[in-house]
């Protein structure tokens, strides 16, 4: 019977992927209000339990794609691709009101670009400090601390090693967690409580599931705006960090 269950389970991939991330979201939510009446929103939970379970799949396997090296969870691999994120990113963005995107005009246009560069140069001053000074490996992790997705994409166009691509990955996935769980605790005091200003912060902190989490926490109306920028903000960020911030980089430190 349990052969049985494993091979089901196995052959339908995607749909056992779903049904373990839905039963992950409902203990995290779960967690959220029991333990911590909501302060610590059920998105950061679910990330951290993530993280646990990607560890544990590859403390099991020896393999280097977490839970999804076992195989009745290997459609956790595709549900976790690229092509869903994007299609959950852009779905997401679809929900915003082309009036109020119009309010944000300049601001929000600063705002990508300020997030970008100063994401950036704490990454670089940060690779500084632990020791690296080829301007491959500095411009990499810089790109990850401005998101975990254009440290990668930056890595990879660069010829970075491995071993500093998971490291720019690593700087991109505490940002966002540190932004999903800050968020609700600093909304009021920075008037994050309107449309325009949602964007002006997605577009700052350009991290969109710690921008999405955040603001669901604070005000879910805010969340299709504050994807809206950070969905630029990596588009951008994969744009210009691996050629004008990487020639900076070069010039000074090459």
Do not use: W
């Not at 299609?87 to 109020?100: D, H, R």
């Amino acid at each position: 019977m349990i052969d049985s269950l494993q091979s089901i389970l196995a052959e339908n991939g995607l749909i056992t992927a779903f049904a373990v991330v839905g039963i992950t979201m409902y203990l995290s939510y779960f967690l959220s209000d029991k333990l911590t009446k909501g302060r610590l929103h059920g998105s950061a939970i679910a990330i951290l339990l993530g993280l646990l379970l990607a560890y544990i799949g590859g403390v099991v396997t020896g393999g280097e794609s977490g839970l999804a090296d076992i195989q009745i969870f290997s459609g956790i691999g595709l549900m976790g691709g690229a092509m869903l994120r994007d299609l959950a990113i852009v779905a997401t963005a679809f929900g915003a009101s082309i009036e109020e995107i119009k309010k944000a005009g300049f601001s929000g246009i600063v705002a990508l670009f300020a997030g970008i560069v100063v994401s950036f140069l704490i990454g670089v001053v940060i690779a500084l400090l632990f020791g690296y000074t080829d301007p491959v490996e500095i411009t990499t992790i810089g790109g990850g601390a401005a998101t975990y997705i254009v440290g990668p994409v930056v890595g990879t166009a660069l010829g970075a090693s491995s071993e500093v691509i998971a490291l720019s990955i690593a700087a991109g996935l505490v940002k966002s967690i540190l932004v999903m769980i800050a968020t609700p605790f600093f909304a009021k005091l920075i008037g994050l409580d309107n449309p325009r200003s949602a964007m002006v912060f997605g577009g700052l902190m350009g991290t969109t599931s710690g921008v999405a989490g955040g603001l669901a926490a604070t005000d879910p109306k805010l969340v299709p705006y504050g994807a809206m920028t950070a969905t630029f903000y990596t588009g951008l960020g994969c744009l210009i960090v691996p050629s004008f911030l990487y020639f900076l980089v070069r010039t000074f430190a090459g």
